[in-house]
């Protein structure tokens, strides 16, 4: 099975900082990789996803990018962070329609 | 539109209380339904996944089964440990896309 890696796993970022959140996969080659945001006892809002490298959909329109330079790396950015920027981010790996799997998340706090 | 829908959104039992968990789906041509659990400040753990009709799967004290419209998830005999947020998920019509459901609240008391 796969081994999703992410980092940092806490981060407490100023308002108008940047940001950059990295995720690594391992197990598997050409997944379908997605960047998801869940709120404190709510559901996960899907942000990005990439069926490959250099190709990025987006879901919400927002003050965060996303970016593969690589098959299993995939990361996201912001150039100046806001308060409701706070959450808790999850990388996801897998391929169409089958199982996927988790990343440990990144909990950003903005203050 | 695709929808997955989960209830309750909170449950409590006492040690040993089986109960069941709901997951309503509304997706055109199934290609499949997963089962998530979700610990606290931790991502969520594949548990199973299910893509027929009647079809089922068990794992300790947990079982899941699929029908054309819902998924349950039976939980036999609880104990504290499986206090937890459990998610479902079904992949999107034509994209590669997830839409999951907002959860379920396990707590079990000892």
């Known amino acids: 099975s796969q081994t999703i890696h992410q980092w940092p796993a806490t981060l407490v970022q100023p308002v108008g900082s940047p940001l950059s959140l990295e995720c690594t996969v391992e197990?598997?080659?050409?997944?379908?990789l997605y960047w998801y945001r869940q709120a404190a006892g709510r559901g996960l809002q899907l942000l990005f996803y990439s069926v490959g490298i250099g190709q990025i959909s987006s879901e919400v329109p927002q003050n965060l990018s996303a970016s593969r330079p690589q098959d299993r790396q995939f990361i996201l950015s912001s150039k100046k962070l806001l308060l409701s920027d706070s959450g808790f981010y999850l990388c996801?790996?897998?391929?169409?329609?089958?199982?996927?799997?988790f990343g440990p998340g990144t909990r950003l706090t903005v203050l | 539109e695709d929808q997955v829908t989960q209830s309750p959104e909170a449950l409590r039992l006492q040690e040993g209380e089986s109960s069941s968990l709901n997951c309503s789906y509304t997706?055109?041509?199934?290609?499949?339904l997963f089962w998530y659990r979700q610990d606290p400040g931790k991502g969520p753990e594949f548990l199973f996944t299910?893509?027929?009709a009647g079809e089922e799967k068990e794992k300790e004290r947990l079982k899941a089964t699929l029908t054309k419209k819902e998924s349950f998830l039976h939980i036999t005999a609880p104990k504290p440990e499986d206090s937890a947020t459990y998610l479902c998920?079904?992949?999107?019509?034509?994209?590669?896309?997830?839409?999951f459901g907002t959860g379920t609240r396990l707590k079990v008391l000892a």
């Open positions: 998920a079904v992949p999107t019509s034509g994209t590669y896309k997830y839409i």
């Open positions: 997706v055109s041509g199934l290609r499949g």
């Open positions: 996801a790996s897998g391929t169409s329609g089958d199982t996927q799997y």
């Open positions: 197990g598997t080659s050409n997944p379908n």
């Open positions: 299910l893509y027929s």
